[in-house]
């Protein structure tokens, strides 16, 4: 008598018929047998595909973080590269001046004040460029923490206004602002103040003497929205799209020879994203550039 056996394996979700053949025990257990061992065979080639696609799969994942820690290696050496590059100029300025300070006991008072000066300067610059690698270790580390509450943002505007102008105006350069009527915003107002001693600095490197900046406030579209606006080179529309990125520098040259690590607006960029808000730039080459950030008043 012909009988169907449904047979299943233990640990495999697939199932095989056969025909059990009933009377002859000989036949039956050869039978048996044979079907043991297709169930077996199966079962092993279904693991081994099974294990091929997990090795494919751990693979990719393998290729996909090497090229992922290439591209860190080589930011990291980018990194160590420029900031050692940038630190040694201002570092060999403090060394210098130093020494002659020290060497040279009949330096008159005037000589030495500028000299002192000089260090000063130079101090406050490495100072910049070890904040800005610091700023840039914490935010790419997810370290970022925003203290925000309720506040106008107009008031920080003009207090950061006011410390612009002791630069500008060492340039000839004015600082203006137009403010619009704005309400309570909530943001974190050490970190705004640097996306606006950013773009304001920004602007006093890139303009000449005797040209204007204007900054403005206003509600646009839900958001409160701050421009900063310079009469300086522009910049060129092919360079527009990497000016957030880290380590970018433009092809155009500050106007007081200023020094900049190409980190400032990587940074900025991530402040403002951290506010749920937006970050851009309109320029034309030969007329100026207005960099500008939106933030939710909600």
Known sequence: MLELMECQTLNNNFEISSLMLQGDKDRVRHINDLIQIVLEQKATISDYKISEQLLKDLITKYVKAETELKKLNELKNKFLGMAAHDLRNPLGAILNYSQFLKEDEDLDAETQSEFIENIYSASSNMLAI???????????????????????????????????????????????????????????????????????????????????????????????????????????????????????????????????????????????????????????????????FKIPIK
Not at 144 to 162: A, T, Y
Request: proline share 3%.
């Open 130 to 292: 070890l904040n800005d690698l610091l700023d840039i270790s914490q935010i790419e580390s997810g370290k970022i923490n925003l203290k925000v509450k309720l506040d106008n943002l107009n008031q920080l505007i003009c207090h950061r206004v006011k410390l612009g102008q002791v630069i500008s105006q060492n340039k000839e350069i004015e600082i203006t602002t137009q403010l619009g009527e704005l309400p309570e915003v909530p943001f974190d107002s050490d970190r705004l103040g640097q996306v606006l001693d950013n773009f304001i600095s920004n602007a006093i490197k890139f303009s000449s003497s005797g040209t204007v900046i204007q900054i403005r406030s206003s509600i646009h579209k839900g958001k409160v929205k701050v421009e900063v606006c310079d009469q300086g080179p522009g910049i060129p529309e092919e360079e527009i799209g990497k000016l957030f990125g880290e380590f970018q520098k433009l092809s155009a040259r500050p106007t007081g020879g200023e020094k900049s690590t190409g980190l400032g607006l990587a940074i900025v960029k991530k402040i403002v994203e951290a506010h749920n808000g937006e970050i851009g730039v309109e320029s034309i080459l030969g007329q100026g550039s207005t960099f500008f």
